[in-house]
């Protein structure tokens, strides 16, 4: 079994999975000899439940999916000889926005914010393994290229518009009782791309928007 298969098999155990490899150049910054950088995210909808369970989250401390990530992946990475890396824990930071474009599995959308073949707005990386093998890029076709864009008109306070993200319009939004819907359910935004539809659980999606704003 090759490293890569190795890894996929391992990440499917802790309801991860491999969304892009990318080649290493030296601005990353990156460990000597480290060729490639696999990407790990959460492989939603089976992601939440699983998490849920686990002892970071029942633990009551803070930052339980971050210090979830470090647990397993440096886990798996040690398992396999690998090394990992975080898009959290900075600086440095790792340029893992980077990574995404470079595998040819990630573009930017037409408000701006990533998207993803599979995963469309829903984008996220968990972590990442480092391998000294130079494996294959897997390109995938780009949504958008075929897409209406509904997320052009999706924000209630046209956050995106001219695709740049006006984060004070956001927040004054989710600090008023019409912006329940994004702080329970999350962002009508990401929610509106097609490709990414129906894989996020709500509950999930209130997590992540409770760490970006906390009331």
Not at 56 to 75: F, K, Q, Y
Not at 180 to 205: F, I
Request: net charge positive; with cysteine; glycine share 10%.
């Amino acid at each position: 079994m090759s490293v890569l298969s190795a890894l996929i098999h391992a990440a499917a155990a802790h309801r991860l999975a491999v969304s892009g490899v990318a080649a290493v150049v030296p601005e990353d910054g990156l460990t000597p000899g480290i060729r490639s950088v696999v990407l790990l995210s959460p492989d939603e909808p089976a992601f939440w439940p699983h998490f849920v369970t686990q002892p970071e989250n029942r633990d009551g401390n803070a930052n339980p999916l971050d210090r979830w990530s470090r647990r397993v992946i440096g886990g798996m990475a040690c398992n396999l000889g690998a090394k990992a890396w975080f898009p959290f824990g900075g600086p440095p930071w790792r340029p893992f926005a980077q990574w995404a474009l470079r595998s040819g599995q990630v573009w930017p959308s037409p408000v701006g914010l990533l998207v993803d073949a599979a995963r469309g707005l829903f984008v996220s990386w968990r972590g990442a393994v480092g391998l000294t093998e130079a494996l294959p890029l897997q390109p995938a076709a780009r949504p958008c290229d075929t897409c209406a864009a509904p997320c052009l008109t999706a924000c209630p306070v046209d956050a995106f518009a001219g695709g740049r993200y006006d984060v004070a319009a956001c927040r004054a939004h989710l600090d008023s009782a019409a912006g329940a819907e994004c702080l329970q359910g999350g962002c009508l935004v990401r929610r509106s791309c097609p490709v990414g539809a129906g894989r996020r659980p709500a509950a999930q999606s209130a997590f992540h928007m409770a760490a970006f704003h906390p009331t």
